[in-house]
């Protein structure tokens, strides 16, 4: 009798001991949830549009013209900075779209834009340097490093000294939009050249007011000065 009293005590006793545990594990696991920070949902406007989900390859100014919507306009609906660009997975609300446009990257390759150096950005559009409200992005680089056209164009000025910038390039493209490439420490094209889109046009340097090797790099449209990150992918 005492040895069936016994083993009923254990068996009690191991299922107690179970029952803890399982709670303890319910209770860290619900604790561990609690404090996992997800990111928030953006807030949907107060106005009708859609959200289209940034697939990669795609830019600012390619989904503006896809939903035919300022680039301004998804800028300030969403409070886009100016030191960012969007990436992909990111959600922007197009405002008074109807329907989500898949957009198709590869028919409009050529007219976009691609990075003339892929190193990292030191100076961002808009910041002030000395004064001086920055036109463009200035990009690290490795001296004589290889500067490529971001788009195809005609060389419309070159000149091996302009104050402040040294050597630079300015290509004309489409839709009257032109690109800058400055502090060249060589520059390989001349007034009136055609290139194509990748084309090695200059090499870094650290001519005009900088002292180490980078790029000045800007986008203009009608000659006035955007933000590069709308547009580069």
Known sequence: MNIFLNNKLSLLSTLYSLLFFATLCSLL???ACATIAYP?????PKISGVYH?????E???RISRA????ISDIVEINKLSDRNKINKGQLLFIPYAKNVINIDISKEKEQGFIWPLKRKVIIFYGTKKNNIKQKGIN????QGEKIVAARSGRVSFCSDYVKGYGKLI???????FQTVYAHNSQNLVKQ???????TVIAKVGSTGRVSTPQLHFEIRKDSYPMNPFYYLP
């Open 29 to 31: 696991f619900l604790t």
């Open 40 to 44: 928030p949902l953006p807030s949907r």
């Open 53 to 57: 989900c940034v697939k990669k390859g």
């Open 59 to 61: 830019t600012l100014w």
């Open 67 to 70: 939903y035919k919507v300022s």
């Open 139 to 142: 990009i690290r680089g490795r």
């Open 170 to 176: 300015i290509i004309d493209h489409s839709d009257k």
């Open 192 to 198: 009136g050249d055609e290139v194509k889109q990748g």
